[in-house]
């Protein structure tokens, strides 16, 4: 199984941007970025395999991209809003899917917080 780590989050100002890192330890065919807020479920924000998926509310606002040559996945996050405010997962599966069941390994997370 791949061995996921992220990266990158922190506390920003609204309308602040930040960059999450997901380095896998191999190859994987898809990449999704997930994100958890207090009380909530988590939910699917992004994912790439041959192509790019957002959900609406960052369409505009977040750039998911892959460094094939050293297995990254980069999600660029700007403008960002007090709602973006979570912790941030990538997980990795055989394609992209909006479903948590549709990913096998995940990383350990990276809290993004972003003040009003």
């Known amino acids: 199984q791949v061995q996921l780590v992220e990266s990158g989050g922190g506390l920003v100002q609204a309308g602040g941007s930040l960059r999450l890192s997901c380095a896998a330890s191999?190859?994987?065919?898809?990449i999704g970025w997930f994100r958890q807020a207090p009380g909530k479920e988590r939910e699917g924000v992004s994912c790439?395999?041959?192509?790019?998926y957002y959900i609406d509310s960052v369409k505009g606002r977040f750039t998911i991209s892959k460094d094939n040559d050293n297995n990254v996945v980069y999600l660029q996050m700007d403008s960002l809003k007090p709602e973006d405010t979570g912790v941030y997962y990538c997980?990795?599966?055989?394609?992209?899917?909006?479903?948590?069941?549709?990913?096998?390994?995940w990383g350990q997370g990276t809290q993004v917080t972003v003040s009003p």
């Open positions: 790439i395999d041959v192509s790019t």
């Open positions: 191999g190859f994987t065919h898809a």
């Open positions: 997980a990795s599966a055989r394609h992209c899917s909006g479903s948590v069941a549709g990913y096998d390994s």
